[in-house]
């Protein structure tokens, strides 16, 4: 049998930079590595801004990636998730929220609610009080958890076991949340290993609990160390000259971009190498640290 497909899942929200380079080519090679299929996912529910989409993918491909079939964005799969919410509700899986954020903030966590817990405020109202609190705001739409805390297995991690709570599934402007779309999406689209980030190990745990709730498959986790500016903070776009249009600007063309990153990683300088040379138990497990003034010494 294929394994599952490998994914890269970006969010059109501007250029990529560095450190979603970097995490790009490592979902790129754990896939292609093990013989995957390599799928994009544009992940354009919210915060997606007009032109950015074409950027990243001609970016993405300008730093050696290919990818298999046809790109999917998740503003084109909403009746998937309403299917999926549905089906949560028709199994009394889930219930209306309308708790503003301040509200959430305020109120008194229960007895044995981990700390950031949804405190369950509106998990068992009578329908009366439903009634009269629909009448005063839209309602956002949660997850009736029955577990605190659930544990999945990262390649790089190992068990990580962290917290889930009454998540939202759709928030209450009606935009469908992340955790409920990654996991309707990489089900529907065959994935079978997610490479991202570790700032996204948090959000793994809720992950794989809904997955169960839903009936499919929990995905292999490979969650990646990030680039860090050195301040220790994600890098972003203010520290310097950290996107492939920068660069090039600065005369760092794309070659040597992907060769920069694959070196950070401790892997030869082009894709095919790196790809022969590649093994995720031999990845660094740390940060990596950039300070985008060295990649642009005076020329
Ligand atoms: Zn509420």
């Given amino acids: 049998m294929t394994p599952g497909a490998g994914r890269f899942a970006p ?3 501007g250029e990529l930079h560095l450190g979603n380079l970097r995490t790009a080519l490592l979902a ?13 996912r544009v992940e354009d529910l919210d915060r997606a801004r007009a032109g950015a989409e074409e950027v990243q993918l001609r970016d993405l491909a300008a730093v050696g990636l290919d990818w298999d079939g046809e790109v999917v964005r998740q503003t084109e799969r909403g009746a998937l998730y309403e299917e999926a919410i549905a089906r949560l509700t028709a199994a009394g899986l889930t219930y209306e929220c309308y708790c503003t954020r301040r509200e959430i903030q305020e109120a008194p966590s229960a007895p044995h609610a981990p700390q950031g817990a949804y405190p369950g405020t509106c998990r068992d109202l009578t329908e009366a009080q439903r009634a009269r609190r629909r009448a005063e705001r839209p309602a956002a739409i949660r997850l009736r958890a ?20 009454d998540f939202v599934l759709r928030r209450n402007d009606g935009v469908v949340a992340y955790n409920l779309a990654v996991v309707v999406d990489d089900a529907a ?21 809904l997955a169960g709730l839903l009936g499919v498959p929990v995905p292999e986790y490979a969650h990646v160390p990030l680039v860090l500016n050195p301040a220790g ?21 794309p070659e040597e971009v992907t060769g920069l990153l694959l070196g950070s990683l401790g892997l030869p300088a082009t894709l095919p190498e790196a790809l022969t040379a590649f093994d995720p138990a031999a990845l660094p497990r740390d940060p990596w640290i950039l300070d985008p003034q060295d990649l642009t010494p005076r020329r």
């Fill in 146 to 165: 029955s577990v605190t805390d659930w544990a999945v297995t990262d390649v790089l991690h190992g068990r990580y076991s962290g917290l889930v709570d």
């Fill in 189 to 209: 689209q065959g994935v079978g290993q997610v490479v991202r980030g570790d700032d996204l190990l948090p959000s793994a745990p809720r992950q794989a609990y």
């Fill in 233 to 253: 903070r994600r890098l972003a776009k203010r520290d310097g000259a950290v996107t492939l249009r920068a660069l090039a600007a600065a005369g760092v063309g």
């Fill in 11 to 13: 969010s059109p929200s």
């Fill in 28 to 40: 790129w090679l754990f896939a292609r590595s093990a013989g995957r299929r390599f799928l994009l």
